[in-house]
């Protein structure tokens, strides 16, 4: 309890039954993540933005109020503040407001194209109290990369970038890679160039129907090349977590990664996220103990899709929202009480009856470890709770015994 950050997680779940009750999954009192989408503006075009950022919109937090918004973060105990864009780098008071977040209690994070961290700016992040650093790195070839950054010699640049953050040695680099049928074949090259690179860990994300990304739905995977991916991953995974090989690999906005890793291990390896892992590094650095049979435990009330229940998004103008990609305002942290948001709203009240999922998920056994995208099910159906057409697997349903 000594540590701050996991003493407002505990908190923040303690409070969280205060007022849902016990709950599968168990919702939080505000959320312990937020990741900030702190500015569209980004030096890069990429085709598969979810944000489609580029320039400057209105309305966009002034120093002052992103300063306010972040002590109104920080006095709600919130645990983990992400700064994202866009490209938060174009800002020059991100680290003014990256100093403030810390100051504020809150562990924080920087995802970024990586295309702009140099000696210098790497140095600056650290100082000011960036503990991870995520950057995207779409392939292990320089036109690969590029054709998704959508901008000749980014590569160089990214991988630069990679090099300035390991050399200066942030808790944490990670490397994420956005798979499309362009790049599916250089999963194992990414992610073997991530670790030659240093790199401790490795995201694989996929396409998202959203801003630009819309326009790239085309070049999506098909269903036997993600069932591929997702088995490579778990693989490295399995390796990382039990024979302390290799860099960790986890998948978003792939709940059914979850699923693969519980299901092939015999509910031995949990991959439902980083912290329920339960092989993570970080519980063995800080406890010296490998704790996956606890951890596990909790697997039914913290894995699958963490929107509105521990994970929201915040927009350039301080709109929270049910996760990043989610075009759907749901009050301004600026305006209104964030718990109140998080508790009173009726999208994120709907979005949390989990056991009332419809179509394949609602049918399927491992709800309770993936639970399916919940973006991705009302991006296609309009309903928060409809079955997550991204799934590879279809329902798993127990086999009976006659």
Request: charged letters at 25%; hydrophobic letters at 35%; a neutral charge.
């Amino acid at each position: 309890m000594s540590d701050e950050l996991i003493r407002r997680s505990m908190f923040n779940v303690v409070q969280g039954i205060h007022h849902f009750g016990l709950q599968e999954p168990q919702p939080t009192a505000i959320p312990v993540v937020i990741v900030w989408n702190f500015t569209n503006r980004c030096n890069l075009n990429c085709l598969h933005c979810h944000q489609s950022s580029g320039t400057l919109r209105d309305g966009e937090l002034s120093t002052d109020e992103a300063l306010r918004a972040i002590d109104r973060m920080g006095a709600k105990g919130v645990s983990i503040l992400t700064f994202s864009g866009g490209e938060p780098l174009v800002r020059p008071d991100i680290y003014d407001a990256i100093e403030r977040a810390r100051h504020s209690g809150m562990l924080c994070t920087i995802a970024s194209n990586g295309t702009l961290m140099t000696k210098e700016v790497v140095r600056k992040l650290k100082a000011a109290g960036i503990r991870r650093v995520e950057i995207g790195l779409d392939g292990c070839r320089p036109e690969t990369h590029d054709f998704l950054r959508n901008q000749p010699g980014a590569f160089e640049r990214t991988i630069e970038g990679i090099r300035n953050c390991v050399e200066e040695g942030f808790d944490e680099v990670c490397a994420t890679m956005t798979l499309h049928s362009g790049n599916v074949d250089e999963l194992e090259g990414t992610v073997k160039l991530a670790e030659d690179l240093g790199v401790n860990r490795f995201y694989l994300n996929r396409l998202i129907p959203a801003g630009r990304g819309k326009n790239l739905m085309g070049l999506d995977v098909t269903r036997e090349q993600k069932i591929k991916a997702l088995e490579f991953l778990y693989g490295r995974f399995a390796s990382s977590v039990l024979r302390d090989q290799g860099i960790q690999c986890y998948c978003r906005g792939m709940t059914y990664y979850g699923r693969l890793g519980y299901e092939r291990s015999g509910g031995r390896v949990y991959t439902v996220s980083e912290a329920l892992s339960g092989h993570s590094r970080m519980w063995r650095q800080r406890y010296g103990t490998d704790i996956s049979g606890l951890v596990g435990k909790f697997v039914a009330g913290f894995g699958g899709c963490s929107a509105g229940i521990t994970y929201a998004g915040l927009t350039a103008d301080g709109f929270l929202q049910p996760c990043v990609p989610a075009p759907v305002k749901l009050g301004n942290i600026l305006e209104e009480d964030l718990e109140e948001i998080w508790i009173n709203n009726e999208t994120l009240r709907y979005m949390r009856r989990r056991n009332q999922l419809k179509g394949a998920c609602g049918d399927c056994s491992y709800n309770f470890v993936c639970g399916g995208c919940r973006y991705t099910a009302f991006v296609q159906s309009g309903d928060w709770l409809a079955a997550d057409p991204s799934c590879p697997f279809g329902p798993h349903r127990p086999s009976r015994v006659a």
